[in-house]
């Protein structure tokens, strides 16, 4: 009798310390949804032995969900690999050996494998207008494009590959991809609701209605529903290789348990042998190359996100997590990284490992050498760690350190000021707050009384004129007075630290919108420019940067994956960010750049221009990466408040490719030509910092003439920054 009521009450408190863990779940996914601005998701948190924790907010639990870009390794990549498997096709098979035509123009070298894991040098997509005739006339497009990169040398992501490899299924199986998706993946794993959705086929209204609604296709329609949100998709008829499956949460963890267990389903049927699955998921030395199709993290995580907002985790001990939401409903603007950091963190299954400086110190603790220091923290809102601990609490709450100064910079300690700061006290710490961008832009003597040490944590966003680093700077100089030390906890560059772009300020023009001699987009992280100021200034300052771990320098914030905080209350997104080193150059002329707007930078324009005029010659320059058209807004604040604007809205179609800097001077240089009279550029070099620059645009010379006088300082500025990150790091 004992032993059963013994085991009574063990089960008894099991199931209600599960009944305990999966609300919490669920409280964790509505939070993460709010916070997000999400309309809503489905998660399932799987790990063998234990129970499934699964949330369904505001969607039923079987919605049906635009997989995107899961389509290329649920679908694609594991039809590829079964056609490897049974011998028909082979990793080093070259591509064009497959499909007629593809090997022009110097892609006769790629092979399957480096379709699969993006290495293949092509370019991520080709204009949607080579799709629109259909199917045969966009294989020929296809066929016909150049390389961005020789084959084997850089990972870019493309969905032109895996366009190109939907073909080479269909090519080999004389069946379309979808049906042998589904006879080779969907219904061996039970995976009833996962399909394609051709659009030669009668609609399934039981089904559709089950789809969760992305964005509409044109200005002014209906959300898509049950029909595929990628416009090349589209124009392929709603079959492709890197877009058009949708599928349920409950399929995709069918699926994920298959690949987890090394290619059985639950049932006992093997889908694919374990060598095959464990050739898909096998690790480079090199931390850039991807797997066959999937990413893979240094946490033993194999992983993939989807455009509209969905993800899958493998791994680490089996587990399997999914999380759809629809992040392109009803607006198009819903962001779902911090989410997304919630879930793998809960998951224990955060996919690569990237952690900025403050994480660094919240799991491995203060390094030694630090310990006993009574601590300033110049931080804001985006001083948190990757599951949205404050960085204040974080430094409050050790045992090692002591908080004693909190100081704040533009826009203030939470981010939402477009004015002088005053200083305030925060309320959980009691700790005064100093402004430093207030009566003072530096630490007063007063203020600093006491410390051992200064702390910086702040989100830098990549452009020289972005005034974080100036308060970074200013107080480097201060600490360096008073003989204290310095510590910065690095954090990602979030538009990559690919290269550097634009003019190196000149000499005479530093000041707090720009105090170092770096070009305009600089490519570093803030730790790395830490230890060009300390060089550049000659500071006898004791620097001690704990780098940010896992981050790879072509990576973006949103591939690291770190969630997106608005840094300041005008940089809204990402593409607001990397379209800020060229936009943000003309502001401080009589341009409208968007503020008072939903997407400031994104578009530009004053009532005194001709948009259509400006935008053709825009379009006529050419610029890779980002698609020009003429738009009218009407800000409701800040310059040109309620007065009618005619300008130029800008999309981002491929930011490897894009120059930011080169849109914005050609925008400028075609300003002077087209209004020249009516746009003020007194202040222009305010934000811009280059006299040769600014005079070869105001004297109507040509973008390439201009850009030809500053190459040489741009290149001394390359060569000289290698040592701040030597083997490609952060240092």
């Known amino acids: 009798m004992r032993a059963l009521v013994g085991i009574l009450i063990t089960t008894t408190t099991t199931l209600l310390a599960q009944g305990i863990e999966q609300r919490a779940f669920e409280r964790t996914i509505t939070k993460g949804c709010e916070e997000a601005s999400l309309f809503g998701a489905v998660c399932?948190?799987?790990?063998?032995?234990?129970?499934?924790?699964?949330?369904?907010?505001?969607?039923?639990?079987?919605a049906v969900f635009d997989c995107a870009s899961l389509t290329k390794v649920v679908a694609t990549t594991t039809c590829v690999m079964k056609l490897v498997e049974e011998g028909r096709l082979a990793l080093d098979d070259k591509a064009a050996d497959h499909l007629p035509g593809f090997g022009a123009n110097g892609k006769d070298m790629i092979t399957i494998e480096q379709l699969l894991r993006h290495r293949s040098g092509l370019l991520p997509d080709n204009a949607l207008a080579d799709y629109l005739?259909?199917?045969?006339?966009a294989r020929r497009k296809i066929c016909t494009l150049g390389l961005r990169a020789p084959p084997g040398t850089r990972t870019i992501y493309t969905d032109v590959g895996f366009i190109a490899l939907g073909w080479i299924v269909e090519r080999i199986t004389n069946k379309t991809l979808d049906a042998y998706a589904k006879e080779t993946v969907f219904d061996p794993c039970g995976m009833k609701d996962t399909r394609f959705v051709r659009a030669d086929e009668p609609v399934d209204d039981a089904w559709t209605a089950r789809?969760?609604?992305t964005e509409a296709a044109t200005k002014g329609g209906a959300p898509l529903r049950g029909v595929v949100h990628d416009p090349r998709a589209r124009a392929l008829g709603g079959v492709a290789g890197h877009a058009g499956m949708f599928s349920t949460a409950e399929d995709l963890r069918r699926f994920g348990r298959m690949i987890a267990t090394g290619g059985v389903t639950e049932g006992g049927r093997r889908v694919l042998a374990a060598e095959t699955v464990a050739r898909m998921t096998r690790r480079s030395h090199d931390p850039g190359i991807r797997g066959l199709g999937w990413r893979l993290g240094s946490a033993g995580v194999t992983w993939h996100t989807g455009f509209t907002g969905t993800a899958i985790w493998i791994g680490p001990a089996d587990t399997v997590t999914v999380l759809l939401t629809s992040r392109l409903y009803p607006d198009g603007k819903g962001t779902v990284g911090s989410l997304r950091n919630l879930v793998t963190t809960r998951a224990g299954c955060a996919p690569d490992g990237v952690?900025?400086?403050?994480?660094?110190?919240?799991?491995?603790?203060?390094?030694?050498?630090?310990?006993?220091?009574e601590v300033g923290l110049i931080t804001n809102h985006t001083g948190r760690t990757r599951d949205g601990r404050s960085t204040i609490d974080v430094l409050n709450d050790s045992k090692r350190v002591t908080l004693a100064a909190l100081f704040s910079p533009e826009h203030g300690i939470r981010g939402a000021l477009d004015s002088r700061v005053a200083d305030t006290t925060d309320k959980k710490t009691g700790l005064k707050v100093h402004s430093l961008y207030g009566a003072t832009r530096r630490p007063s003597k007063a203020s600093l009384a006491g410390l051992d040490a200064l702390v910086f944590d702040i989100q830098d966003i990549g452009t020289r004129f972005y005034t974080y680093v100036s308060t970074m700077v200013n107080a480097m100089e201060e600490a360096a007075r008073r003989d204290l030390l310095f510590v910065v906890l690095d954090r990602p560059n979030p538009i990559s630290g690919r290269g550097?772009?634009?003019?190196?300020?000149?000499?005479?023009?530093?000041?707090?919108?720009?105090?170092?001699?770096?070009?305009?987009?600089?490519?570093?992280?803030?730790?790395?420019?830490?230890?060009?100021?300390?060089a550049d200034l000659k500071l006898a300052l004791r620097l001690r940067v704990i780098r940010c771990e896992g981050w790879l320098r072509d990576r973006h914030v949103d591939e690291c994956p770190l969630p997106w905080?608005?840094?300041?209350?005008?940089?809204?997104?990402?593409?607001?960010?990397?379209?800020?080193?060229?936009?943000?150059?003309?502001?401080?002329?009589?341009?409208?750049?968007?503020?008072?707007?939903a997407t400031p930078f994104e578009h530009i324009g004053a009532p005194w221009m001709n948009g259509e005029a400006v935008a053709r010659a825009l379009r006529a320059a050419?610029?890779?990466?980002?698609t020009v058209a003429a738009t009218e807004f009407t800000p409701t604040a800040s310059k040109f408040k309620g007065q009618p604007c005619s300008g130029v809205r800008f999309t981002i179609t491929d930011r490897v490719a894009l120059d930011p800097v080169r849109l914005g001077l050609t925008l400028a240089s075609i300003l002077v030509h087209h209004h020249g009279d009516a746009w003020d550029t007194r202040r222009l070099d305010r934000l811009l910092k280059n006299r040769r620059a600014r005079d070869g645009l105001l004297a109507r010379r040509s973008y390439a003439a201009v850009e030809a006088a500053w190459q040489?300082?741009?290149?001394?500025?390359?060569?000289?920054?290698?040592?701040?990150?030597?083997?490609?790091?952060?240092?």
């Not at 110190?361 to 006993?372: Q, T, V």
């Open 44 to 62: 399932i948190l799987g790990r063998t032995g234990r129970p499934d924790q699964r949330a369904a907010v505001t969607h039923r639990a079987d």
């Open 133 to 137: 005739q259909g199917p045969r006339e």
């Open 211 to 213: 789809c969760v609604p």
């Open 355 to 373: 952690l900025p400086g403050v994480d660094v110190i919240a799991k491995r603790g203060w390094p030694r050498d630090l310990r006993g220091l």
């Open 500 to 534: 550097a772009a634009g003019p190196v300020a000149d000499n005479d023009a530093l000041d707090f919108v720009g105090r170092l001699r770096v070009p305009i987009r600089h490519g570093l992280t803030v730790g790395e420019l830490a230890h060009l100021a300390r």
């Open 565 to 597: 905080v608005n840094p300041s209350p005008n940089m809204r997104s990402l593409d607001e960010a990397l379209l800020y080193p060229g936009i943000g150059i003309l502001e401080t002329t009589n341009l409208s750049v968007g503020r008072g707007t």
């Open 622 to 626: 050419g610029i890779p990466g980002v």
């Open 712 to 731: 040489a300082d741009l290149a001394a500025f390359r060569a000289r920054r290698t040592w701040l990150y030597p083997g490609g790091g952060t240092r």
